[in-house]
């Protein structure tokens, strides 16, 4: 055992034998990158000139008057391409340009990853693929489109549920027969060692950020940061730079889908047992035979059984908590935030401030709670035109 | 000792290469698994590899992830295997067996529990491609306890400096995964593969057995002096597919191949 692939019990690497190569050169090349104050200037220079950083940390007034607490929001939907996914593409694909590879491969489920990908990509003159369910290609036809514009080729995958499990199963695949010249740009904060490390690294300049423009304003520590979870990247990112400021209560949002009781939800926290799956050791939904259970959530980028490993030693050690809210509590809040602050939220962010929502009812007006606004709905409206239509979703 | 390690022994003593063939198990039935099982020892073939379906089979191409979901259709899972591998040890079938796995399976069932089931179904060795050499602690220590079945060892291509501490205590024999696809490839690829056998020979002490991508002796003639046997998994899990889960084609197939090997 490689003990430094580890999050407690979690994570680890159970990929296939040809894979251990290509991520300890991985490993080094980064750790050798984190070290390059080069490398972290091209970096920076990026965020800041192409992808807009940094982003603000938006006081949203009439929705914290409404709701009894003083609610920031940290706007990563205003990142170029529109969610928190492109700070980790920047930076893997840099890392990609520094181990010489000419392609990249990427899995997708909301469409986020996959258009961030495609995007740093085409920036970079490399040739990209993206791996995407069936199912979530005619939920989120415009990203599918969006990938296209910007010179990707977007593989269909039909398999097992046609969603992120499925389309990330075939990356892994690809991947194993094609690593010598091709690179793995992983979205979520899972996969084996050391991709959940990078994917925090890269994603934590959410959290440096927002602590730091908080104490700008109010000269301390919020008492809450929120962020909602599907394999954990906006949150863990969100979470990174106050998980040592005991005193700041962190907590992660999963997707209940129809509920929690009726089976058909993304709760992999609430709802799993600790399991291998995409060469990690963390909760998955998986049934008495341990093959892993479809997830369901209205949300593409929640629609995932599992959870990053360092999320489930966060849960296990108490450090953070992880709760959930359902598909209808999710939509009306995104319905909420677009009448109180104008701002149309990712369905997947909405997640989170649904239960800002309830949450703010406990705090008072003394009080601060920071919320990831990951990315922003406009990817969305066909969904929620079917919802508000009131056709049952289908998935 | 170890059916491998025994049949592995009588394969040097009469020089002959190896055949080891892929099946998954529950198709088209357990019934069914169990008279192909039946077919191949009497055709001969040295060692059966029987795949347990798991939802998500990374290390598979489509071939076998089609396979794995109609078992898994069919209600067949780890318990179910473990009683048909009782029932035909009871009757007689002898063969060594070799359960093909992902690792999420394993840790569902308990690996201890595991381990013991194993010794009690007569199960001889475990493959589990989803569990390289630094993640094999646990199951490596439960199958030393029960002293019955064995851990498998996968070698790839691209293992390089990783192959002596991976065989330094493997048993039964060594899975070399060629990146060969099909037959007639490039020249120059095969020069990679001869050369990444032979420094896998090299340094094994036991067998050196090829696998992924074959379909008929003709395909290891290259490699022929250098490995001592093949493992048919896809292409084999295809013949039966198009002969309906024949008894006669499975026997066929593999008899012909143990000759020309």
């Known amino acids: 055992m490689n003990s430094k692939a580890y999050?407690?019990?979690?994570?680890?690497?159970?990929?296939?034998?040809?894979?251990?190569?290509?991520?300890?050169?991985?490993?080094?090349?980064?750790?050798?990158?984190?070290?390059?104050?080069?490398?972290?200037?091209?970096?920076?220079?990026?965020?800041?000139?192409?992808?807009?950083?940094?982003?603000?940390?938006?006081?949203?007034?009439?929705?914290?008057?409404?709701?009894?607490?003083?609610?920031?929001?940290?706007?990563?939907?205003?990142?170029?391409?529109?969610?928190?996914?492109?700070?980790?593409?920047?930076?893997?694909?840099?890392?990609?340009?520094?181990?010489?590879?000419?392609?990249?491969?990427?899995?997708?489920?909301?469409?986020?990853?996959?258009?961030?990908?495609?995007?740093?990509?085409?920036?970079?003159?490399?040739?990209?693929?993206?791996?995407?369910?069936?199912?979530?290609?005619?939920?989120?036809?415009?990203?599918?489109?969006?990938?296209?514009?910007?010179?990707?080729?977007?593989?269909?995958?039909?398999?097992?549920?046609?969603?992120?499990?499925?389309?990330?199963?075939?990356?892994?695949?690809?991947?194993?027969?094609?690593?010598?010249?091709?690179?793995?740009?992983?979205?979520?904060?899972?996969?084996?060692?050391?991709?959940?490390?990078?994917?925090?690294?890269?994603?934590?300049?959410?959290?440096?950020?927002?602590?730091?423009?908080?104490?700008?304003?109010?000269?301390?520590?919020?008492?809450?940061?929120?962020?909602?979870?599907?394999?954990?990247?906006?949150?863990?990112?969100?979470?990174?730079?106050?998980?040592?400021?005991?005193?700041?209560?962190?907590?992660?949002?999963?997707?209940?889908?129809?509920?929690?009781?009726?089976?058909?939800?993304?709760?992999?926290m609430a709802e799993g047992r600790p399991g291998t799956l995409h060469g990690m050791y963390s909760y998955l939904l998986q049934d008495t035979d341990g093959n892993i259970k479809l997830a369901h959530s209205i949300s593409a980028g929640l629609d995932y059984p599992g959870v990053g490993p360092e999320h489930a030693y966060l849960k296990d050690s108490g450090r953070a908590q992880y709760v959930s809210v359902t598909d209808a509590e999710a939509m009306d809040a995104l319905m909420e935030l677009c009448r109180l602050e104008g701002i149309i939220p990712a369905i997947e962010s909405a997640h989170a401030l649904a239960y800002a929502m309830k949450k703010a009812k406990t705090m008072t007006m003394d009080q601060n709670l920071i919320v990831c606004l990951s990315g922003r709905g406009d990817k969305d409206v066909h969904t929620i035109a079917d919802y508000l239509a009131g056709k049952a979703y289908l998935n | 000792m170890n059916r491998i390690e025994e049949r592995m022994a009588l394969l040097k003593q009469k020089n002959e290469k190896a055949l080891i063939t892929y099946l998954t198990a529950g198709l088209p039935d357990l019934e069914g698994t169990k008279a192909l099982m039946r077919a191949q020892e009497e055709a001969g073939v040295d060692v059966l590899e029987l795949g347990i379906p798991f939802s998500d089979p990374i290390a598979d191409g489509p071939i076998i992830q089609e396979a794995s979901y109609q078992s898994i259709c069919r209600g067949t899972n780890l318990k179910k295997v473990f009683r048909l591998m009782e029932e035909i040890r009871s009757e007689g079938v002898e063969i060594p067996v070799i359960f093909m796995m992902y690792y999420n399976t394993i840790l569902n069932y308990g690996i201890e529990a595991f381990a013991a089931e194993c010794r009690a179904a007569g199960v001889d060795g475990v493959i589990v491609p989803d569990l390289p050499f630094e993640e094999q602690g646990a199951l490596q220590a439960a199958l030393e306890k029960e002293d019955k079945a064995i851990l498998i060892q996968l070698v790839s291509p691209v293992s390089g400096a990783r192959i002596p501490a991976i065989l330094e205590h493997a048993r039964g024999f060594v899975y070399c995964v060629s990146s060969m696809g099909v037959t007639g490839q490039a020249g120059v690829f095969h020069q990679e593969v001869l050369s990444y056998l032979k420094e896998v020979k090299a340094v094994s002490k036991i067998p050196v057995m090829m696998g992924f991508g074959i379909r008929t002796p003709e395909d290891i003639a290259p490699m022929k002096e250098i490995i001592d046997g093949a493992i048919v998994g896809s292409h084999f899990i295809r013949l039966l597919e198009q002969s309906d889960y024949s008894t006669k084609a499975a026997k066929e197939y593999c008899s012909n191949f143990k000759q020309n090997i």
């Open chain 1, 7 to 268: 999050y407690g019990k979690f994570g680890g690497q159970f990929v296939a034998e040809s894979l251990m190569n290509t991520l300890e050169e991985l490993d080094q090349t980064f750790e050798a990158a984190l070290k390059d104050p080069a490398f972290l200037e091209e970096y920076r220079y990026y965020m800041e000139q192409y992808v807009g950083r940094e982003t603000p940390l938006y006081y949203a007034k009439r929705f914290s008057e409404t709701y009894g607490t003083n609610i920031y929001l940290k706007r990563e939907d205003l990142n170029h391409t529109g969610a928190h996914k492109i700070n980790n593409v920047i930076g893997q694909i840099l890392l990609a340009r520094r181990m010489g590879k000419r392609k990249v491969i990427a899995e997708t489920g909301a469409g986020q990853h996959g258009v961030a990908t495609a995007t740093g990509a085409a920036l970079f003159d490399l040739e990209c693929t993206v791996y995407m369910g069936e199912e979530d290609m005619k939920r989120q036809a415009l990203n599918v489109m969006r990938m296209e514009m910007l010179g990707a080729k977007v593989v269909c995958v039909r398999s097992g549920s046609n969603t992120l499990k499925d389309a990330t199963n075939e990356a892994i695949r690809t991947w194993a027969k094609t690593a010598e010249d091709t690179f793995y740009v992983i979205g979520s904060a899972v996969g084996p060692y050391p991709y959940p490390k990078i994917v925090r690294e890269f994603q934590s300049v959410i959290s440096r950020e927002a602590k730091r423009q908080f104490f700008e304003k109010q000269h301390k520590l919020p008492d809450v940061v929120m962020a909602c979870v599907g394999g954990g990247s906006n949150s863990i990112g969100m979470f990174a730079d106050f998980i040592g400021d005991r005193d700041v209560e962190l907590i992660g949002v999963e997707a209940a889908g129809k509920g929690i009781e009726t089976g058909e939800h993304a709760a992999a």
